[in-house]
């Protein structure tokens, strides 16, 4: 009983220490696993804690687990957005470029230790992949903010480059033991990996926020829970399939993270407070592991092995991977210097001890040295990298107040915090003149340190941030209202409805959507428009055709004016234009391929 309290006792010192040292992180501007791992180093055998800990497979354990939880916290993290704008260099960064990172390293390293080429190549895949976590954290300690394209490249590449290091890293495990001829057999365990993990990981991303929104619970704090469960189920169900555990977990974070689910915004603090925790007792449990004399005697092979991954191996993956991308070479440099090594090389560097591969202590202490040569060189000098290459942004303003609905059942709509920029087409627009949906209210508006209730009077002014609920489908209207011109703004969505106001102007469908209403004075308003065109004939479900809309009169008021219309957009054909309609243009469907409103 007495170890059981002692172990709760050190435990817990641990993780406070673990979090006080990631205070002196961000002021020292070096990433946080070094602390950790420094922690961890002084807490062993050799340290000032005296801590005996050799249990390589209860390590291994812990960090499959803790490595689980951060790649569900980062697929929870990652938006369909990001992913759809820089997949491809992304994905090939992360597959291709993580084979010539393994490739160029492990031969080196099978000649500056003089071990079997193929050991060499598994200390090589172990050190492929970069650590995320590790990167974005210097980078925001050091006050740099990089361009939304390269800053979404190392995000996404980061994130999913894990799953082909852990690949390449079994895979030669399992050809060195025996267990997977090399050739084909390795070829097709990746592809079943892959593919299986894939597919676990899509179907129960699905199947986790299906059951979150139609179970009911009695308790909020139960959900994050249950969603957590679908992670661990995401991660076993693939590996007994034969896929990928890590893939699918990370695939089924990045479903469900971009599916409405009930109590949404609690799960995401949840498992991003598990993510941070997983990382201080992984690297803490890798760190009593390591021995300060045992990495003494690997420092010049060490230093070695780390030049050639960061000066040779990463630069050269770079740019055969991510060159065609049409990348400019400042920030083909940046990513190449982005290479920072964290908690997936220690814990990949436990599984040749767990197979009982012989050298496999050399190999551990050889990673070991790396990662943190990587992380303490490469974490210390990113955010200088990053303003002599020029690839910085200016920071967006964070919002002074959050609003936050939570709700044990599923709400149907939208709270969307917008940062109003200068060249955005509500900055210096007065409330009532925003030609906002229907359907759509602003919350509130946060300027600075203050908060303006909104009313119809209220100036938007460029740096507010502009809180609004909205009701479902008027999302890409208000896009519109409040994205930056320079940023070309996507084309409204054609055969879908969307609810304007009576009363907005015709000259407001222009300015805020880029629509031009034909045969139509910019002064009126829709609903006099539609009775210019009609008289007095203006009845619910009235469709009149200007140009290339459709409006859809959809509710009267007691007087009989228009106080909703639906929005058409006309899809574009190459045939020729439709001709201009009659005045008598009225009932319940739209000529051609319009659907019935």
């Known amino acids: 009983m007495f170890l059981i309290d002692t172990l709760i006792l050190v435990s817990g010192v641990l993780i406070l220490l673990g979090i006080a040292s990631s205070k002196f992180s961000s002021r020292l501007g070096l990433p946080v696993l070094v602390l950790f791992l420094l922690l961890g180093m002084l807490a062993g055998s050799e340290g000032i804690g005296g801590i005996a800990f050799d249990n390589y497979r209860l390590a291994h354990a812990i960090g499959t687990l803790a490595l689980a939880m951060i790649l569900f916290d980062g697929g929870l993290q990652t938006s369909f957005t990001e992913v759809r ?23 080196a390293a099978a000649w500056i230790l003089g071990i079997p080429w193929l050991e060499g190549m598994l200390l090589g895949s172990i050190v492929g992949s970069t650590d995320a976590a590790a990167v974005f954290a210097v980078l925001r300690s050091g006050g740099v903010h990089l361009r939304k394209r390269l800053a979404s490249t190392l995000e996404i590449e980061s994130a999913s480059n894990d799953p082909m ?37 899509v179907a129960l991303g699905y199947a986790t926020v299906w059951v979150v929104n139609r179970v009911n619970l009695d308790a909020a704090g139960l959900y994050p829970i249950l969603v957590t469960a679908g992670g661990l189920l995401t991660y ?21 993270g971009n599916r409405q689910m009930v109590f949404q915004r609690g799960v995401f603090l949840f498992h991003d407070a598990i993510a941070r925790l997983s990382q201080i007792v992984m690297f803490v449990v890798l760190g009593l592991l390591s021995f300060p004399s045992r990495l003494l005697e690997v420092t010049w092979q060490g230093l070695a092995i780390a ?67 990587s992380a303490s060189i490469q974490g210390w000098t990113l955010p200088m990298a990053a303003r002599r290459l020029g690839v910085e942004a200016p ?49 509130i508006i946060a300027r600075e340190q203050k908060i303006i209730p909104p009313q119809g009077s209220t100036r938007v002014e460029s740096g507010d941030h502009v809180i609004l609920v909205m009701s479902p489908g008027t999302r890409p209207l208000v896009d519109k209202v409040f994205a930056a011109r320079e ?27 880029g629509i031009q209403m034909a045969d139509a004075p910019p002064e009126f308003t829709l609903d006099q428009a539609i009775r210019e065109r009609l008289g007095n004939q203006v009845t619910v479900d009235t469709v009149v055709i200007f140009g290339p809309i459709a409006l859809h009169v959809r509710e009267l008021n007691g007087q009989g004016r228009i106080e909703s219309v639906g929005m058409i957009i006309i899809p574009q054909r190459e045939e020729p234009a439709l001709p201009e309609p009659a005045t008598e243009n009225v009932g319940n469907h739209l000529p051609g391929d319009c659907p019935r409103p």
Not at 95 to 104: C, F, N, Q, R
Not at 401 to 424: A, K, N
Not at 492 to 502: H, K, N, T, V
Request: charged share 15%; with cysteine.
């Open 395 to 443: 920071p967006e303003p964070k919002p002074p107040v959050t609003l936050e609905i939570s709700s044990l059942r599923h709400v149907e709509g939208d709270i969307v915090d917008y940062l109003v920029t200068e060249d955005s087409p509500a900055s210096g627009r007065l409330v009532r003149d925003l030609a906002l949906p229907r359907g759509v209210v602003i919350a």
């Open 165 to 201: 290091a852990i690949f390449l890293t079994v895979g030669t495990l399992e050809v060195l033991t025996g267990q997977t001829p090399l050739g084909w057999g390795l070829l097709s365990l990746f592809v079943m990996q892959m593919i299986v993990g894939l597919i676990v990981g």
């Open 307 to 373: 030049a050639v991954l960061t000066f040779i191996a990463r630069p050269i993956a770079v740019l055969l991977s991510v060159f065609p991308f049409r990348y400019n070479w400042r920030e083909l440099t940046f990513i190449s210097w982005v290479g920072l090594k964290g908690a997936v090389p220690i814990t990949l560097a436990t599984f040749p001890l767990v197979y009982g591969v012989e050298g496999a202590p050399l190999l551990f202490d050889v990673v070991f040295f790396v990662v943190l040569v």
């Open 85 to 107: 704008r820089v997949w491809k260099p992304s994905l090939s960064l992360a597959t291709i470029g993580v084979v010539i990172t393994a490739g160029v390293t492990g031969a």
């Open 487 to 513: 940023k070309e703004r996507e084309a409204l969505p054609a055969s879908l409805e969307f609810p304007l106001r009576g009363a907005t102007k015709v000259r407001e469908l222009e300015e805020f959507y």
């Open 236 to 256: 076993g169900g693939a590996v007994l399939c034969g896929g990928s555990g890590f893939l699918a977990v990370f695939v089924a974070g990045i479903v469900i």
